[in-house]
């Protein structure tokens, strides 16, 4: 009755940044006993096991729980390095006005962390209840030393809200950026489109098969009718950017 049963999630151990990459450890602890469950090799259950086998056994059921809370830390630390370094890469090209280049692994970036987050981030506040009232088995130094880690464990949390946010801001940025190249080409579009106008026009009055048509016995019609056309346009030129300014 005075074991501790937990579910922890962890990453995969071959993680790809994928949002798939998580799964889930069941792990009891009792005063002399641990028992975990896993269905796929985790990351931080295979450092933990290395660092056993080099020597640094744990004193206490405790104490490995408390370590494997703190490789996860260590982890996650990883984890926010990477995605911080591919951020920056992103941040670069849209500094340099190259908003397309790597823009699709935003979204994907940002999908990791929420998932991580939302999955993780019970865990710390989970286990700091528990230590409110903690078992009878475990020593104070045990129960401060999961303090500690589960503090650890939130700080790294609170850094990977805030790249969740730094990822959203580089988001709105790039799809700012990508609206004003769009308003940029539809104001020439619009522009074209008035200057052409009055050719337009004046082209299909003058192109029907009618009687009457003016000019047409004026040996300078021509000209009269360049003149007209590039008054017209001028004025429409005129009118566009005067609205653009």
Known sequence: ????????????????????????????????????????????????????????????????????????????????????????????????????AQRARLGELRRVLVRLQRLLAPEPAALFRLLQRPPAWMAEADAQGLRDASEEFSVVLRDMHGLQERVKLLQEEIAASVQEDNNRSLFVLTVVTVLALPINILAGLFGMNVGGIPLAENPHGFWHLVAIVASFTAVAAWLAFRKKK
């Not at 889930?24 to 796929?40: E, F, K, N």
């Not at 104490?63 to 941040?91: N, S």
């Open 1 to 100: 009755d005075d074991a501790l049963v937990a579910v922890i999630n962890d990453l995969h151990f071959d993680f790809g940044f994928e949002p798939s990459d998580i799964a889930t450890l069941w792990i009891g602890v009792g005063p002399r006993l641990v028992v975990t469950a896993r269905t796929r090799p985790l990351r931080s259950v295979d450092d933990l096991r290395l660092a056993v086998r080099t020597g640094e056994a744990p004193r206490s059921a405790t104490e490995l729980l408390e370590r494997l809370m703190r490789t996860q830390a260590d982890v996650l630390v990883g984890v926010v390095r990477t995605v911080t370094g591919r951020i920056d890469a992103v941040e670069d090209a849209l500094l340099s006005r190259r908003p397309d």
